[in-house]
Structure formats: C-alpha cells, structure tokens
C-alpha cells in the first residue's frame, strides 16, 4: 500500500477542503483506502489521478449527507480547525488556501460547486478530469467552477493577507483580553466588526453572530470576567482554573490564540484584519472540533 501511502497527504487535503472536517475528511480518506486496497495496482495507469477521483467522489457523498445534518447544528456552524505549524509534517499539503475566512465562504455553495472549485483552485487539475470526477460534461463543469469562482469573489471578506501584522495584532488581542484591559481592546476592533462563536450546543456560546463593537466588547468583557470564565468551563467539564494556559499557534494557515486548561485545547480564536483593525472574530469551542490540536507551548 506504499502508493497509496505516497498521495495519503495530498487525498486528506482533498477531502479536508471539501467537507471543512478534518474527522470526515480522514473517515473519507480511510474509505479510499479500503477501495484502493481491493484493486489491482497495474490496471491503474495512473494512481494518483485514481485516487484523487475516488476520494473527491467520497467526499461529495458525504457532503452532501453533512450538510443536512448541519442545518439542524446549534447556533453558527464553523470549519474544524486544523494545525498548520511547519512540523506537523502529515498536514504540510494543507498549509495553503485553508484559510478559514475561505472555508465558511465554501460552505454556501453546493456540494459539486464546492469540489469543483477546490479541485480547480487549490488543486489546478485539469478540467477534463474534474468533469470525469463528478459526472458531468466538461463545459458544464467549467460552468459550475466559474460560477463558483464567482461566488466566493464576492463573499469572501476582504482583509489585510500580512501574516506579520495578524500575529502583531492577534498578540495584542491576546494580552488586553487575558489582563481585563477593555479599553486596549475597544482599540482593536473596528465599529463594524463580527463575531461568529461555534460551540456546537457543546459549550457556552452566542447562538447567532454579534456585530458590532459594542456588542462584542460586552460579550468578550463577560467570558473575560472570573465569573464568566467559571460559566464557560463548566460548560465543558473543566474543573481545574490554575491548568488554563493562553497562547499561539499556526491555525488554519495563520496565527490564532489557543486556550487550554486540563492539558487540552478548549478554545481557538482566529481574527481577520482590514485596515489596521480586527474585522471579524472566529470562535471556536465545540469541543468535539478542537480536541485533536495541540496547546501551544
């Protein structure tokens, strides 16, 4: 099985930027491998482009069965965050275009859209093999990718790509919010920005997005608070306060704060900057969706 062991990387990104699950993602690849492990290796001319086609049309499937059950998720529904530090060598094909900005943009389009696009636009294949990998003609897949194409253009935010000024600026966010210092944070917001807050119904958390600086400020100033702090780790069964740690880590192709207590991860905040500022706030605390990353040392 060492071909498939070769592309094992290049399958999981396939699948990760389809399903925005790194759990479905490997649940995918490890069902190409069944298939692949029932093949004759010398009737596949070309393994890669084989597996690859398998492994797209798995995660179609079960895209398609995702998104019906998040549609019934509680409260926002957020990509699962993946670590993209330089060492981690099993997710070095991941390191690109997995921002997570783009990765809840795709999450509006269809599921054939969706794997279009990440085969086009992440994967530059051929559009003569995307339209063998979902079924379709080529000038209607071309169509399918530009529409998709299109799609995300206009709803991807728009923020500042220097990842030297994000981890700056997520530095700061990270000391004003751990040291009660509401006023340093107020300066970093803009008067527009968003939070979005993923705790599954698994952990304390905004149902719906909070825009606003006045509105984020009030909520970041409560789960800030020894109180609020209390609420929230109760939520997910932490006991022990004295384990709670803060720092940084390579999230999804940028910097992120990381909390953990307990000697896990409990919660992943993700900022995007437009000029100077911080745009939008990505929240993470489902448990179920960061318990496989690392505390950052």
Known sequence: MSTFEDHRSLLTGVAYRILGSM????????????????????TVADPKAYLIRVTSRLAIDRLRWAKSRRESYVGPWLP?????????????????????????VLETLSPLERAV???REAFDLPFSEIAEVIGRAEPATRQLARRARDHVQEKRPRFDVDLGERRRITERFLRASTSGDLDGLIGLLSSEVTLVSDGGGKARSPLRALTGAENVTRFLASITTPEGIAKFMASIGVGDFSTMSYGLANVNGAP???????????????????????DTIYLLANPEKIAHLDAPS
Request: charged share 25%; hydrophobic share 55%.
């Open 256 to 278: 992120a704060m990381v909390v953990s207590a307990e000697g896990r991860v409990v919660t992943v905040i993700s900022l995007l900057i437009t000029d100077g500022k911080i």
């Open 23 to 42: 759990a479905d993602a490997e649940d995918v690849v490890q069902e190409a491998w069944l298939r692949w492990s029932g093949v004759d290796e010398t």
């Open 117 to 119: 696009f990440v085969l």
């Open 80 to 104: 699962e965050p993946i670590s993209t530090a330089p060492d981690v060598a099993e997710h070095a094909e991941l390191a690109d275009s997995v921002e997570l900005a783009l990765l809840v």
